[in-house]
């Protein structure tokens, strides 16, 4: 598949380097020139186990190049994958207009038929924010948010135990499938909505275990979660585990967080 990651951060230079490894024909788009010369030296300044090694080896093979030429890393695409790190403000808000500035700097220029990926970290609603700024463009967009660990990225990004991948369209699974199939063993799809929600629940829930129960953080996830939780039970026919095992929490903790959300527990046989 011939894919262009924009944005080469952490995110998006891991996310260049093991999709070309995967097989990928992947273009790196990045308007800081100079990130984008180090990188076609093979140099990603990151501390991570086996990136550079997939770096030489990608652009060895020419299945990865980097460039700050929008309209030459656009041509001919599948997918155009958003991989920026967002930045966030000194309250910890995601710099929203940061990343705006830089998908509005593509203007025009992406294919119609391409099917434009969110990775970065946005709240939800964002991704149905971009296809109304992109509208009338014949553009297909779809969600799938970041799930790297710094420090073990290419690790946790080449085997995630699951993604969950937000769609607009049916017709665009293949495609996804295609791409992400080999870096995960089970994709839950839904929508691009859930899908954000998912990241941020997942954020909470492990910043939650930091925090002393009790607190009103603690009482504000629970209003939070419910929500999302129910919402995973629905997609899972009512399946607490597998419910729980969607948005990242484990079974020696899932009776616990049920309490607190004041959904009642069942069972946990090997039939749930």
């Known amino acids: 598949m011939r894919l ?30 100079e990130r984008v010369r180090a990188l076609a030296e093979g140099r990603s300044g990151l501390l991570e186990d086996g990136l550079d090694e997939r770096l ?25 994958w ?12 995601a710099d929203l207009g940061w990343l705006r500035a830089r998908l509005d700097a593509l203007g025009g220029l992406v294919p119609a038929g391409t099917l434009v990926l969110l990775s970065s970290q946005v709240p939800a609603g964002f991704t149905a924010e ?6 009338g463009h014949g553009l297909r967009f779809a969600c799938a948010p970041e799930n ?21 369209d049916e017709r665009d699974r293949p495609r996804l499938e295609t791409l992400l199939r080999p870096f995960a063993a089970q994709i839950e799809w839904m929508s691009p909505e859930s899908a954000e929600m998912a990241k941020h629940a997942l954020n909470a829930w492990l910043a939650d275990n930091t925090i002393a129960p009790g607190t009103l953080y603690h009482s504000a996830l629970a209003a939070f979660e419910r929500p999302l939780f129910e ?10 585990l597998r419910a729980a095992a969607l948005l990242g ?12 959300l004041a959904i009642d527990p069942v069972s946990f046989s090997a039939a749930n």
Do not use: K, M
């Not at 080469?8 to 990928?24: E, F, M, P, S, Y």
């Not at 958003?82 to 966030?88: E, G, L, M």
């Open 130 to 135: 971009l296809e109304g700024r992109w509208s």
């Open 231 to 240: 919402h995973a039970l629905a997609r899972t026919g009512g399946n607490q």
């Open 148 to 168: 790297l660990r710094r420090g073990e990225a290419v690790r946790t990004f080449e085997a995630a135990a699951r993604l969950a991948v937000g769609l607009r």
């Open 4 to 33: 262009t990651v924009y944005g080469l951060g952490h995110l998006g230079t891991v996310t260049a380097a093991c999709a070309a490894r995967a097989g990928h024909e992947v273009v790196g788009l990045d308007p800081d020139a």
């Open 82 to 93: 958003v991989a920026f790190d967002t930045p966030v403000d000194d309250d910890d808000q």
């Open 249 to 260: 929490i484990n079974r020696n903790t899932l009776r616990q967080r049920l309490g607190e």
């Open 56 to 80: 030489a080896e990608g652009l060895a093979s020419g299945r990865l190049a980097f460039t700050a030429d929008a309209r030459a890393a656009l041509r001919g695409r599948d997918v155009l």
